[in-house]
């Protein structure tokens, strides 16, 4: 099971990483910004556990702060839903030994979205 776990989480980095780069490439090629809505997902999170992520001031430069923590925030939650959909995956395949290969990516990836695109 360990061993699944950490095939899975090394599986969970490496297509991380890889859409990492398609993104950036893509920013690159096309010239265009990057998107806002993970910080606006990790600010819509943080406010519902109570973090206020400007710190402890209410001026210009603490709004500054809290745009940086947020877009942070929002890159961690990436790659902690990666890491994570990939060692759920290795823990969970050899219980679904009768699931075909291709099905299985559908849902990891479904699960992946689901994983990135609900909160």
């Known amino acids: 099971m360990l061993r699944g776990a950490l095939i899975g989480a090394a599986a969970g980095a490496v297509g991380t990483v890889a ?5 950036y490439a893509d920013m690159l090629v096309r010239a265009r910004p990057a998107s806002g809505v993970p910080g606006n997902t990790a600010a819509a999170l ?5 973090v206020d992520l400007r710190g402890e001031g209410q001026g210009p430069e603490d709004q500054a702060k809290a745009e940086q923590r947020r877009s942070g925030l929002g890159a961690l939650m990436g790659y902690a839903v990666g890491l994570g959909i990939g060692t759920a995956y290795g823990v969970l395949r050899p219980l679904a030994r009768g699931v075909p290969l291709p099905l299985a990516g559908v849902a990891l990836g479904l699960a992946a979205m689901a994983a990135s695109d609900v909160p």
């Open 19 to 23: 859409l990492d780069v398609v993104t």
């Open 46 to 50: 943080a406010a519902r556990a109570g």
